[in-house]
């Protein structure tokens, strides 16, 4: 654990005990607009400033919203590889030394695979809000970068995987995909309100979730602090819908926000939404 910086946390918090927080100020691959590293203290102030109150299950929430924030993880500038190394080490460590669950604080999305690598056995499905796919084999000559992240999940831990709002996808991707569908499964943000839910409940039935919610799903008009922004995306409604259905019918087991990105921000509305999301998150990790 001696990787833990233990600094900054979320400034109002005083709990020790609940919740485990940990940030991954990562941000060594980004190729458009740099900044995620700075995500988790963002999320930490802004969730500061929200009442704790749960859409999900309608009502307060401050017995059960409690936070065991243990900081970020150091992570060496620009060093991918022994970046993933720290990350996944701290997650097995946080695994061992802690009972309750978790979520990592981003950071580009490159983060969420050693978080999974750690953790694989406790996984049946991962669940990702992301305008993006993530599968390409490389990009820009680059095997492990926040655009071929889930490749590598897919290859490394043949856990399935299911998209919602993805609407940014390479005809590789697309291909991909096409070939793997019995491992990849996509909901554009159209589908979500005609489905209303019926397809996903009967993949999410009984099986225990990483999630992974990477901010660009969420259309930018209400999430612009992002560092690949894509029009025509989810509303937050839909996220927290997705949210009651995990909570009906899975279990989650734990995950992740990336790419928050503080420097593309307006009046902090990103931060504030992400921070809103991890409110109801918890209220769903620690309901059960």
Known sequence: MHLLTGNPKIPCNEEEEGLIILGAPMDWTTSYKPGTRFGPKSIR????NLEFFSMIISKPVEDIVLFNDLGDIALPPGDVMESLTRIKKVVKGVREDYSENFIVLGGEHLITLPIVEAISDEIDLIVVIDAHLD???QYLGNKYSHATVMRRITEKTRIPIIYVGARAISPEEYQYAEARKDMIKIYMPSDIDRDHGKGLVKLIK???IYLSIDMDGIDPGFAPGVSNPEPMGLNPINVIELLRLIH????LVAGDIVEVNPLEDINDITSLLAAKLLVEITTVLRQG
């Open 248 to 251: 009906a019918h899975g279990k």
């Open 45 to 48: 102030d802004a969730i500061c």
């Open 206 to 208: 009984g099986k225990r």
């Open 135 to 137: 599968q390409r084999d």
